[in-house]
């Protein structure tokens, strides 16, 4: 059995006619009927029932397409793999985010690797909903945290970079009520709470798992406030305004501690159940441009841009300058 007879049994298949699936193929439909005829000889088989109106296959035929559905798609991403061995990476790679991470940081990575690969085609979808990768004919997601439970033997997950949730605040806040130093006096201050991801009345937002750095147990802490949304940017302007402290991830608000317009607040506690992961349906065979822009990935976003590095210390007066 040879590809062009996988061909012939899922054309018959779809067309539930062998003039159609002979159509289809470009093949006359004596050259169809003859050569399925040719192939039930050789298996033993009968893999369709033929009827005045259409041909069906049989138990044995349905088994085999399926297989030759799967041995053709495996044929398929074979010779992509070996062509772009040889050649610059092409076509199209289709991608989903989130809002905020997606412009902030994801898309100018992207940006940089088109440009050095130009004849690939990103196509990025921006959404606060974690699509159905496989059905909706995504290659991967990038998304803030791994996959979901039931989709774990599904898809497969990398994560590209280490994040954290963290507590800010505006200084003008802290000046007016107070620095706190424990845990426990969050319970005194306005703390900003987001109600994201679709949550319903039944899921406790005013409830904020924290960790202490170098510590594995995590301490759930009530929080409460006048003001809280679903949307994070939102919250994130109150705290700038000095309504509160929230907990955001560190990606969101790097530009804002790197000026001083935010300060960490309790900086030894995180929350770090937002890394930065990249998912993807499994498949036995992924074309090389979408291998090679998962790298491109983990490369830029691995060394976590979003961290404050610390400044050099100034040089003495008088002393040479390093070029």
């Known amino acids: 059995m040879d590809r062009s007879d ?8 779809q067309h539930g006619s062998l003039v159609m699936a002979a159509r289809a193929l470009r093949l006359a439909p004596s050259v169809v009927t003859k050569r399925l005829a040719a192939l039930e000889a050789r298996l033993g088989l009968s893999l369709f029932q033929r009827t005045t109106r259409r041909v069906s296959p049989t138990a044995e035929g349905e088994t085999l397409c399926e297989r030759a559905s799967a041995l053709l798609l495996g044929f398929e991403a074979l010779e ?66 791994n996959a979901p439970d039931h989709r774990a033997a599904e898809w497969v997950s990398r994560r590209l970079a280490s994040n954290q949730r963290v507590l800010v605040a505006a200084p003008a806040y802290l000046q007016t009520r107070g620095t ?29 798992r924290l960790q202490r750095a170098g510590e594995a147990s995590v301490q759930h802490t009530p929080v409460q406030g006048p003001l ?64 090679l822009l998962v790298d491109f990935l983990a490369t830029r976003l691995g060394n976590e841009p979003w961290k404050l590095r610390p400044a050099l210390p100034a040089a003495p007066p008088g002393s040479p300058r390093k070029r």
């Not at 996988?6 to 298949?13: C, D, F, Q, T």
């Not at 000026?259 to 090389?288: E, F, I, K, N």
């Open 228 to 291: 809280s949304s679903n949307s994070g940017e939102m919250v994130r302007d109150w705290c700038l305004s000095g309504h509160g402290i929230m907990l955001r991830s560190l990606w969101d608000i790097a530009p804002q501690l790197a000026s001083g317009a935010l300060v960490r607040v309790l900086p030894d506690h995180a929350m770090p159940d937002a890394d930065v992961h990249w998912l993807a349906p499994y498949r036995t065979q992924v074309p090389r441009r979408t291998q």
């Open 180 to 208: 706190p130093r424990t845990l426990q006096d969050l319970a005194t201050h306005a703390c900003l709470v987001v109600r994201e991801n679709g949550g319903g009345p039944a899921q406790r937002f005013d409830h904020w």
């Open 80 to 145: 992509t793999e070996l062509r772009e061995r040889h050649k610059e990476p092409a076509g199209p790679i289709r991608l989903a985010a989130t809002f905020g991470f997606g412009r902030l940081w994801l898309g100018p990575v992207l940006a940089d690797f088109q440009a050095r690969h130009p004849a690939v085609d990103i196509q990025l979808q921006l959404t606060e909903q974690l699509p159905d990768l496989a059905v909706e004919g995504f290659d991967g997601a990038i998304w803030l945290w």
């Open 6 to 13: 996988l061909e012939l049994v899922l054309a018959v298949r």
